[in-house]
């Protein structure tokens, strides 16, 4: 798995565009509100390593964390993220506990789909709030519950403007973005 980096006060602008921080004019001037970025890797339960971009905001009001998982074309097409969305949160969560130094009181799931999800794009930008159960052996996804949302919706439950993928991942060192 990635090492995510701290995440640095969303009101300083020195801090804009760096890895695990906010970014140019869309950064949050909230300051109850933290930001983390991070290509995450994860084990799919059938098919192996995979990884994923993960941008969360955690309320240090209320503890919630949003989280916006997107799809990346880097992955192999056997490793998607909601065919196995358990092991996704079982790996994105010690990194966001990291990140933030607390443990979540709540985190709203939410995949993302657009043109940096597949070598060959279909359609338009989606996002899907996945539900989650957690049990022994880690979260589990139903199917059931799900719903999907536009992109204003999302970026009013992170507090900020969602940056385009292809931003996010031109600041992160993996190997995943790299050429």
Do not use: C, K
Not at 10 to 34: A, M, Q, V
Not at 111 to 133: C, K, M, N, R, V
Not at 151 to 166: H, K, M, Q, W, Y
């Amino acid at each position: 798995m990635s090492t995510p980096t701290t995440p640095n006060s969303p009101t300083d602008p020195s801090n804009h565009g760096n890895h695990g921080g906010p970014s140019g004019s869309e950064g949050s001037t909230n300051p109850t509100l933290r930001y983390f970025e991070d290509v995450v890797d994860w084990r799919h339960r059938r098919a192996g390593r995979a990884h994923t971009l993960v941008r969360a905001v955690h309320s240090t009001t209320t503890g919630r964390v949003v989280a916006v998982v997107s799809e990346l074309a880097s992955n192999p097409d056997d490793r998607g993220v909601t065919d196995d969305f358990g092991s996704v949160a079982d790996a994105v969560l010690p990194a966001l506990r990291r990140a933030f130094g607390a443990e979540p009181v709540e985190v709203f799931w939410i995949a993302h789909f657009g043109a940096f999800s597949y070598h060959d794009p279909t359609g338009p930008e989606s996002f899907t709030q996945i539900l989650l159960t957690a049990g022994p052996n880690g979260h589990v996804d139903d199917l059931t519950g799900d719903r999907t949302f536009t992109v204003r919706d999302v970026e009013e439950l992170l507090g900020r403007a969602l940056e385009p993928v292809d931003r996010v991942l031109a600041r992160i060192d993996h190997e995943a973005t790299r050429g």
